[in-house]
Nanobody, 121 residues
Framework: QVQLVESGGGLVQAGGSLRLSCTAS????????MGWFRQAPEKEREVVAW?????YYLDSVKGRFTISRDNAKNTVYLQMNSLVPEDTAVYYC?????????????????WGQGTQVTVSS
């Protein structure tokens, strides 16, 4: 059974930093794409950063967020710097069998439980 366990969310002031981690279990994901989505209240879930055959960032987080992964640990990270209130959302770890390309939320194979990130002004 595949499980994704996230950690690292919380409350931070604008300009601060947080690091999210997501560790997967149940199989090896070295040939899968891994990344992070987020969903703010009354908004659609959107991909923030993705790491597979390509590395992708949402335009609004470029230069501030960095995604990395450790295949030996089945873990993906999201370092978030210079946070702004607009980054407030529930952040979800995601894994998709399509290594190349960036998946849409509707087609992701596995999801984490979500972790709240709140940025105060």
């Amino acid at each position: 059974q595949v499980q994704l366990v996230e950690s690292g969310g919380g409350l931070v002031q604008a300009g601060g930093s947080l690091r999210l981690s997501c560790t997967a279990s149940g199989r090896t994901f070295s040939t899968y794409g891994m990344g992070w989505f987020r969903q703010a209240p009354e908004k659609e879930r959107e991909v923030v950063a993705w790491r597979g055959g390509i590395t992708y960032y949402l335009d609004s987080v470029k230069g501030r967020f960095t995604i990395s992964r450790d295949n030996a640990k089945n873990t993906v990270y999201l370092q978030m710097n210079s946070l702004v209130p607009e980054d407030t959302a529930v952040y979800y770890c995601a894994i998709d069998r399509r290594y190349y390309g960036v998946p849409k939320a509707q087609s992701v194979d596995y999801w984490g439980q979500g972790t709240q990130v709140t940025v105060s002004s």
